[in-house]
């Protein structure tokens, strides 16, 4: 048996739907996107879903504005988007301290684990920084067996403790983005 | 300087607002917050300091959450600039609650009064238009804004967006709180949604 037990094609369906599952049941209503690969199987249950309502953006700091909202007007939300959004975001996030409002985004990252494209790695690289510098709390998940308990805590202690906080999806865990002709 | 034919700001607010029965208010960075809290303190303000391009977002969300409530975005051309790809997003999402409206003075005056870009080039009627909101208009007299301050009450015909011509001349600060937390609380508490 091949040693990498963690190899996107055996396992890539279920962690978004352990995603989508979670967010179902904290009553999640609102999903702001900028679309990613990655996050491509997550958009389309957000899409079918009744309950929720999928918001596609132009720029990934609309996001974070719209969950402002969205909790003033007593809904919650969750921003998804890649790495490269999140340099994007850096001064509406200021929204977080200053509504303390629960904010939860899950990054699906770039920039690392194979990346072939250059132009990623920079905002890769200081995704994590980015965030806590901005007094977002990151968690990591790099293996689909974790997604789940990492997006729960995730989601717990955004919604519960209204602490704002960051999920980044590695690319060992999406898979290295292949190019080809 | 005044020039002839521009709307006063803190009129062309305080008439939208006159009559705004359950409607929540959100007021861009700058004069719009200022202009907002001169109408009259409402547990239904909310009032920016900051978070620019953010205002129609911000009211979006809102909208989204209480599709049955009247939900208007006051903000200025400089506000507006900033945020104009949420425009495109408003115009995708096609809110019937919301309304926009983008107090024009075509300079950045809390800043020193440099020029915007719609002193010269830009229409955001035409760019609201293009981006999917199909009720976009310029308003240019008080009798027109009395009218529309009934119409936005509708919450089934939205999204609206109107572009307000009005004078630059820098008015006395009206200064809303401050507090974000407080703001965000109380409109929540006004919706009857409790603190964590």
Known sequence: MHARTDAPSETASSWPEDIFSILQRF???????????????????????SSMRAVPLTTEEEGVALLAGAWAGGQRGVLLMQSSGVGNCVNMLSLTQIFR?????????????????????????????????SGIKV???????EVREVVEAAAGQAY????????????????????TK | MSKANLLDRRAVVGSLLADRKNAIAVGGLGASTYDIAAAGDHDRNFYLWGAMGGAVMIGL????????LPVVVIT??????????????VGLQKPGNLTI???????????GGQ????????????????????????LSTMAEIEAFAQAMQDVRSGPRFVSVKIDSANLERVLSSRDGQYTVTRIRGALGFGPI
């Not at chain 1, 704002?164 to 190019?179: M, N, Y």
């Open chain 2, 101 to 111: 409206v983008v107090l024009d003075n075509e300079v950045y005056g809390e800043t």
């Open chain 1, 101 to 133: 409002f629960p904010f939860l985004t899950l990054v699906t990252m770039r920039g690392e684990w194979g990346e072939f494209n250059p132009w990623q790695v920079p905002m890769g690289s200081s995704t994590q920084a980015v965030f806590e510098l």
């Open chain 2, 115 to 138: 020029a915007s870009h719609t002193a010269a080039t830009v229409d955001l009627v035409g760019v609201a238009s293009s981006c999917g909101i199909a009720d976009a208009r310029p």
């Open chain 1, 139 to 145: 968690l990591r998940a790099s293996h689909p067996g």
């Open chain 2, 76 to 89: 200025g051309d400089g506000e507006m600039l900033m945020g104009m790809g949420s425009l495109a997003t």
């Open chain 1, 27 to 49: 009553e999640v209503r609102q999903v702001p996107y900028v679309p990613d690969a990655g996050h491509s199987q997550l958009i389309e249950r957000v899409l079918g879903a």
């Open chain 1, 160 to 179: 519960n403790a209204c602490t704002p906080t960051a999920v980044l999806l590695s690319q060992r865990l999406i898979g290295a983005k292949v190019f």
């Open chain 2, 61 to 68: 969300g809102i909208a989204l959450a209480q599709p049955e």
